[in-house]
Structure formats: C-alpha cells, structure tokens
C-alpha cells in the first residue's frame, strides 16, 4: 500500500519545480491503493507544492452547453475525475470562472492565475489560464493519463490558429459567480474531429525533444510535459503541417500506445472509440 511518504518522495524524485506551477491530469484508479485514498493524494501534490502554485482542471464541457447553459463556480460538478472534485472543495482552493474549461489552483497568485477567464469566448485562449501556463513556465503531470488528456495541446491549436477546431457561432452560456450573480459568457465549442485522441501520436516526439520526461506516482506511470518546449515543438510541426492531429495513424511509422488496437506493422485498425475530450 502507498503511503503519504512513499508517494512524496517518488514526486520528490522527478524534479518538479516546488515554488513553479504544475497542473495535473491524474487518473485515481491508475496509483493503487493509498493509505488515505484521494484525500492523501491531494494532500501530497498540495504539501509538495505548497510555496507554489497547484492547479487541477474543473472542466464541465460535458454538460454545460446551449440546453444546460448556467455553470456555477460553486456547485458544478467536474466531468474529468475524481481528484479535481474532490480538490475544487478543499479550503482555499479558488476556481476559475470559464463556463466549460474552468480550473481550481491552490497556492500563491491562486485568485490572479484564475482571474478573468469568464472575458474570453473560446476554452484555452491566450489570455486564459492555459496561456498564463505558459507564461509561467509551469509543467503539466499526466498521472496515469496520456497525452489524449492535454488540454494545453488545445491550446496550442488556438494560438496557432488551425482552421477547425472552434465552431463559428457562439452558445448563449452562463457563469454564476459565488455570490449568486450571473454572467453572460457567449463561448465558441470545440467541434470537428475528436481531436484530442489523436494527441498520443507526438509522444515520442516531445520526449526527443526535451519536452516531456516520466516518472511513478504510485502504481501510476507519470508523463510530465513542459509547457514552454512543449509549445516550441507543436507550434513548428502544426504550422508546418495543420492536419497533423487530424487522424490516428502514428509518424514516421512508429507504434501506436498499448490502449491503442494495432495491426502487425504498428498501423491502426481504427480510431480509438471514445467520447471527444476537453
């Protein structure tokens, strides 16, 4: 069983940066069984990077949309696990205002870093908190997640401007802030392709290029992605070639992941069959 030493010193081992920002995507189930359970494995990230700034993503683009368009900073639910749930409630945790792509960030500059982004009409501008993520030179912990959960690659599509990836037209969307006053926020969706299941393709890619380390959190295998290389490299291969997330065959002939179905010669059979991601 983990331990809330055992699993501080395996986050010790990867060198994050204590006093920087790190944003996670985690999968509970993936670290094992934990002295403590969730509760010690946010009180770990949030101990470790205490002089910092800890952010988890609160997003509820699943269901807050032109039918189920008012998102309450309070009392929406996450629809991207059970960490983040149970961390947006935490004292002193503050939560963006973005009415599908929200986040909560415990630590220093929590209430600027979340600051603002009800102003913005698409999920991960560059004036948003995945731009501030790179401004800040955070790093992004994939914890026993892939690639596939990188909400800052959508970003980086943003910025750089590929057609395709936003609706046109807005939704009619709505914040209610914690003192019960309601915000109109008319947002572009992310539309097309699912995108994001085509992310796992750059794997290899980003980790030759310096971009992307690993390590164990748990039972789980840990992908950490700076965000400053990370946009470096994407930035030059998607405006070098726009359609590159565009379907599921992996570069330069290498092997898709292991969750992925592949035929003897590392091609795939057929796109993975899950529901598009934030």
């Known amino acids: 069983m983990h331990t809330r030493s055992s699993l501080m010193k395996q986050l010790e081992g990867m060198g994050i940066d204590p006093q920087g920002t790190l944003l996670v995507h985690s999968s509970l189930k993936s670290i094992g069984e934990v002295e403590g359970g969730a509760d010690t494995v946010l009180d770990v990230l949030s101990e470790y990077m205490k002089e910092g700034l800890l952010v988890l ?5 699943s269901y807050i949309d032109g039918q189920n368009p008012r998102f309450s900073v309070l009392e929406s639910p996450v629809c991207v696990g059970i960490l ?42 560059r004036g948003s908190v995945y731009g501030k993520l790179l401004d800040r030179g955070a790093e992004i912990m994939l914890l026993g997640v892939d690639l596939r959960r990188n909400t800052f690659i959508h970003g980086i599509e943003e910025w750089v401007d590929i057609p395709g990836r936003m609706t046109d037209g807005h939704e009619d969307l709505y914040t209610v802030t914690p003192e019960g006053e309601e915000i109109a926020v008319p947002s572009r969706r992310h539309c097309g392709l699912s995108w994001s299941q085509h992310f796992w393709k750059v794997e290899s890619v980003l ?24 946009t470096r490299i994407l930035s030059g291969m998607l405006r070098e070639n726009p359609d590159l997330f565009s379907d599921n065959e992996p570069l330069f002939g290498e092997n898709a992941p292991e969750t992925l179905p592949k035929t003897k010669r590392g091609l795939l059979l057929q796109p993975v069959q899950e529901p598009a991601r934030g």
């Open 207 to 230: 980790e030759d290029g310096g971009a992307l380390r690993r390590g164990s959190f748990g039972d789980a295998e840990v992908m950490l992605c700076g965000t400053v290389e990370t």
């Open 84 to 125: 983040p749930e149970l961390f947006r409630k935490r004292p002193g945790v503050i939560r963006s205002w973005h009415p599908t792509h929200s986040v909560a960030a415990l630590g220093r500059d929590a209430a600027v870093f979340t600051a603002g982004d009800e102003r913005w009409d698409t999920p991960c501008a």
């Open 57 to 61: 993503p609160t997003h509820t683009w």
